[in-house]
């Protein structure tokens, strides 16, 4: 993996010489996508939920966001790995794995498909939105490939974490809050 990811990042920094569109893309697409933007509007949205009374689709969206969090602030002290040395964006020297802009896209996202999925009548919209999350996510998770400022494997393991702990979220608050099942009487 390491030699994909040398690879990926030295191909990255010669087509960035000659793609400067697509490289400003990237720092705008990267800058939407920041790691708190996208918990703030996590919180937001979580705060609209509870104001809704949506209690469950609430706690989801905090628990997920709230859990991205932490896990990116203990995995990134764990393994201290460097950022590549070719980044287009200046960079403030904290470890870059995993990525935390797409773990905290990737957990965003799934949670915005899951309230799509339960709030939404129309399927098509529906439809709409979940491909739009999942357009979003790579597309945040590909632009730090694009500005050199993460390994592959970082945004890759992003995105795995964050669909993790979403879907870690969304499972834990529906058993947890599910109705007990009566015991069968013994025969």
């Known amino acids: 993996m390491i030699k994909f990811d040398v690879y990926v990042s030295g ?22 996508g920041d790691t708190a933007v996208v918990a ?3 919180v ?9 009374k949506e209690w469950r689709l609430a706690i989801i ?5 709230g859990s991205t969090g932490f896990s990116l602030v ?9 950022r590549p040395d070719n980044a287009l964006l200046v960079i403030v020297n904290d470890p870059s794995f995993p990525s935390g802009h797409a773990a905290m896209a990737a957990a965003f996202f ?30 945040i998770g590909l632009s730090r490939v694009i500005l050199n400022v993460h390994w592959v494997s970082d945004v890759v393991a992003g995105w795995l974490l964050g669909i993790f702990l979403a879907t870690a979220s969304i499972l834990l608050v529906r058993y947890a809050t599910m109705p007990a099942i ?6």
Do not use: D
């Open 44 to 52: 937001i949205i979580s705060l609209w939920l509870a104001t809704q």
């Open 110 to 139: 799934v949670v915005v498909a899951y309230l799509a999925v339960r709030r939404i009548h129309s399927v098509v919209v529906r439809k709409l939105v979940i491909v739009g999350c999942v357009l979003a996510t790579l597309a």
């Open 40 to 42: 703030i509007l996590g």
């Open 74 to 82: 203990v995995l990134k002290g764990f393994f201290m790995r460097a």
């Open 11 to 32: 191909f990255m920094n010669t087509f960035n010489h000659t793609h400067l569109v697509l490289t400003e893309i990237g720092r705008w697409v990267s800058l939407i």
């Open 182 to 187: 009566p015991a069968q009487p013994k025969i």
């Open 61 to 65: 969206t905090f628990l997920t966001v």
